[in-house]
C-alpha cells in the first residue's frame, strides 16, 4: 500500500463542513483511495472509494485532483455523530491487506 | 445477518496468563485478520489469513498465534500474556478488496 499522510486531529462545530485532506505523493497507477470511519468503540467501517475526480454517496464526497497525488475527504453539514477516526488508504482495489495507520481523530461540537 | 461477532467483549489477565480470543464471520468470506489497536497508533496488523487452514504474521505477530481450523473462525491466542498486549483487538473478514472490509465491535483485554 502506498504510504499515506493525513491530519491527526480536526475540530468542527455541527453543521459545518469538514474537509480532510491525505497526502499519497507515492499512489500508483492502478491504486485506489479508501476510506474508512471509525466510531468510538466500534471497528472502522468502509465509507467510500474512488480513483479519480469526484465521488459521491450518502455520507461523504471524495474529491481526487487530476495529479492523485491527494484526496479530500468532504464530510457535509456535520453532526454530533460524525465524531470519529477517519481512515485513508491507497492500494490496489483487490488488496486484502490493509495498514490503517493512524487516521484523522475528528471531534465534532455543539 | 450478525457479520463479524468477536468474543469475549472484555477480559482482564494476569501477567503469564494465557487467552484465546474468539472471532466468527458469517459472511463467507476468504480473509481474515487481527489487528490490535492503541491510543495514537491506529490499528496494526497482527495475523491474518487468507483461506481456511491458512495463516501470515502481520506487522506485530510477536507473542501471538493464530489459527483458522475453519473458515468462519478466526482465533487468537496468546499463550503468556504480558502487560504490553493491553491493547483492544479487532477481528476483521473480507473477500479481498479495499472496500470489503468487515470489523468486529472489538475486544478490550487488560493485562496487569
Known amino acids: 500500500l502506498a504510504k499515506t499522510t493525513q491530519p491527526i486531529s480536526m475540530d468542527s462545530y455541527e453543521g459545518q463542513e469538514v474537509n480532510i485532506t491525505c497526502s499519497h505523493n507515492?499512489?500508483?497507477?492502478?491504486?485506489?483511495i479508501t476510506w474508512y470511519q471509525q466510531f468510538p468503540s466500534q471497528g472502522p467501517r468502509f465509507i467510500i472509494q474512488?480513483?479519480?475526480t469526484k465521488v459521491t454517496n450518502e455520507v461523504a464526497s471524495l474529491f481526487i485532483p487530476a495529479d492523485r497525488k491527494s484526496s479530500t475527504l468532504s464530510l457535509p453539514r456535520v453532526s454530533l455523530s460524525d465524531t470519529a477516526v477517519y481512515y485513508c488508504?491507497?492500494?490496489?482495489?483487490?488488496?486484502?491487506?490493509?495498514?490503517f495507520g493512524a487516521g484523522t481523530t475528528v471531534t465534532v461540537r455543539a | 445477518n450478525a457479520g463479524v461477532t468477536q468474543t469475549p467483549k472484555f477480559r482482564v489477565l494476569k501477567t503469564g496468563q494465557s487467552m484465546t480470543l474468539l472471532c466468527a464471520q458469517d459472511?463467507?468470506?476468504?480473509?481474515m485478520y487481527w489487528y490490535r489497536q492503541d491510543p495514537g497508533m491506529g490499528l496494526r496488523l497482527i495475523h491474518y489469513?487468507?483461506?481456511?487452514?491458512?495463516?501470515a504474521k502481520g506487522e506485530v505477530p510477536d507473542g501471538y498465534n493464530v489459527s483458522r481450523l475453519k473458515k468462519q473462525n478466526f482465533l487468537l491466542g496468546l499463550e503468556s500474556a504480558a502487560p504490553s498486549q493491553t491493547s483492544v483487538y479487532f477481528c476483521?473478514?473480507?473477500?479481498?478488496?479495499?472496500?470489503?472490509?468487515?470489523f468486529g465491535s472489538g475486544t478490550r483485554l487488560t493485562v496487569v
Open positions: 474512488g480513483y479519480k
Open positions: 507515492n499512489i500508483a497507477t492502478n491504486d485506489y
Open positions: 488508504l491507497v492500494g490496489l482495489i483487490n488488496d486484502y491487506k490493509l495498514s
Open positions: 459472511m463467507n468470506h476468504e480473509y
Open positions: 476483521a473478514s473480507s473477500n479481498a478488496g479495499l472496500d470489503g472490509y468487515t
Open positions: 489469513s487468507v483461506g481456511e487452514g491458512t495463516t
